[in-house]
């Protein structure tokens, strides 16, 4: 696991919360936001995304023009190389698929700007904060008081800078989008 903090590329864990860290309720996200569909689309696209099992069957289906890397205790679940669907057993192996992948299909020089997602949910990021140099995170300005949390986040060891807030309206609420980086 020491080999993964000083991964060539840079682990970024990506994420929406709530005011009080909740992102979830152990099935589904309890928001749609256009707007951090968008943001997430744009910001994850070309690269590889670390999930885990239950997040991957909330989704429902891999996500194109990005290597879709499960965590999955059962052994009995089929890679599908077309639809860049990976299974892998630890978070070790993870980050290895996810490093192999960039290397096979982008050249050298694309390299450079290549990052590694964590797309959660709760246990994955729990695994895979610790090794993590940003944090793209969407705050959503509602309380919910039952859930999935994210881990807590030490003000000592990350600094937060606001990038944008969004107004909310009838179909959705306030939100900001803040990025965390390690010091
Ligand atoms: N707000 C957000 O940004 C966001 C993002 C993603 C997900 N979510 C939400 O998060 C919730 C799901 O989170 P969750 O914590 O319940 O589940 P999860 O982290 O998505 O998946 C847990 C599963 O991952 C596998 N796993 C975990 N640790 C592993 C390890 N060390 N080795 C191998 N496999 C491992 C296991 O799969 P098996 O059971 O197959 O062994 C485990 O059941 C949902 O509500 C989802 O909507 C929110």
Redesign the pocket.
């Known amino acids: 696991m020491e080999t993964i903090k000083n991964n060539r590329f840079c682990i970024v864990t990506i994420?929406?919360?709530s005011k009080d860290f909740i992102?979830?309720?152990?099935?589904?996200?309890l928001w749609y936001l256009p707007n951090d569909l968008k943001r997430l689309k744009s910001i994850t696209l070309g690269n590889p995304l670390i999930?885990?099992?239950?997040?991957f069957d909330?989704i429902g289906k891999p996500l194109p023009g990005r290597a879709n890397i499960i965590?999955?205790?059962?052994r009995n679940l089929k890679d599908d190389i077309q639809l860049e669907k990976y299974f892998v057993?630890?978070?070790e192996d993870a980050v290895i698929k996810a490093n192999d992948w960039i290397n096979k299909k982008f050249k050298k020089n694309e390299q450079s700007t290549k990052k590694i997602f964590i797309?959660?949910?709760?246990?994955?990021y729990k695994?895979a904060l610790n090794f993590c140099n940003q944090i793209e995170l969407t705050l959503v300005d509602i309380n919910l008081k039952k859930g999935?949390y994210f881990p807590f986040i030490d003000k000592k060891k990350w600094k937060k800078k606001l990038i944008q807030k969004i107004e909310g309206n009838e179909s959705y609420p306030p939100h900001s989008f803040w990025v965390y980086n390690r010091k």
């Open positions: 994420v929406a919360v992102i979830g309720d152990g099935n589904q996200m999930m885990g099992r239950k997040t909330s965590l999955t205790n059962k057993q630890n978070f797309f959660g949910g709760g246990e994955i695994l999935v």
